[in-house]
């Protein structure tokens, strides 16, 4: 079929804003509107009034995080285990005033949930851990952020406790002391390859949520590790803490209410 020229241009406006879309969804445009301080006006409580368009973070009703209660989940063996095909690629650290975010310019491979593909865009931390897990909360967590072609979310996490160094982020310390506290500061650290961090877990939760910063976008498949916390040092957790420049003393959201949301927890089956 022949496409004229003003079909041809129409059809590429509306990939620009589709995309357009997907990548406002992703993360607040300014970051410096919102911190995790309690009482300070633009703390988590007060995400929801800030912007018209954070009201999800005040009225959605599928808010990440939660708390994973193990008498409260339902076990599931058609999940599948978590196939995911990474690849090394170029990446930049920036410090996006909140966080420290690993970026990968243009992915780094995808991850296959319910037969859709997830590219990994981006890794970055919160400490202490945002989810809960009978109501234990841990040193780190990290979000390993991923998108589909279509503009689907789906974040991986993965729990840390306090002990040896983590090596995948001893390779990053250097890069990370070199952007902290400098808002929006980027610094590129060339091919690096997510497989340093093997998801390892046969066990994970899986449920339904939100982005846990605004806007607080829904409809995030969650899936996390069960059974494969990790190690990190304290020295690493404080460089994380102390590298960005918001003045709070963590970068966790509360947890949020369920809402009789089901939550499934992935056991292999036994043959």
Request: net charge neutral; hydrophobic share 35%.
């Amino acid at each position: 079929m022949k496409i004229n020229k003003p079909m041809f241009f129409a059809i590429v406006i509306l990939i620009f804003l589709c995309y357009s879309t997907s990548v406002i969804s992703e993360e607040a445009e300014d970051e410096s509107e919102f911190n995790y301080i309690e009482g300070s006006g633009i703390g988590p409580e007060s995400w929801g009034q800030i912007h018209e368009k954070w009201v999800a973070c005040s009225s959605g009703n599928m808010q990440s995080p939660i708390d994973l209660l193990e008498e409260k989940v339902e076990m599931s063996h058609q999940l599948g285990k978590l196939n995911g095909s990474y690849k090394p690629s170029n990446a930049s650290l920036v410090n996006r005033g909140h966080d420290i975010m690993l970026n990968w310019t243009d992915g780094a491979g995808e991850i296959y949930l319910n037969g859709t593909a997830y590219i990994l865009k981006q890794y970055h931390w919160h400490s202490p851990s945002e989810h809960t897990i009978d109501s234990r909360r841990y040193a780190l967590e990290l979000h390993m952020y991923h998108e589909s072609i279509d503009g689907k979310q789906a974040v991986v996490a993965i729990m840390y406790k306090i002990g040896r160094p983590d090596p995948f982020l001893a390779e990053l310390m250097d890069d990370i002391r070199t952007i902290s506290n400098r808002r929006d500061a980027e610094e590129v650290v060339g091919i690096v390859d997510p497989k340093h961090i093997k998801l390892g877990s046969r066990k994970y939760y899986r449920y339904m949520g939100s982005l846990t910063t605004p806007p607080c976008t829904e409809g995030v498949v969650w899936t996390l590790l069960k059974r494969s916390v990790r190690k990190v040092s304290r020295e690493q957790v404080k460089l994380l803490k102390e590298a960005v420049h918001d003045d709070s003393e963590m970068n966790a959201r509360p947890t949020q209410p369920k809402n009789n949301r089901p939550i499934h927890l992935y056991v292999p089956r036994k043959f």
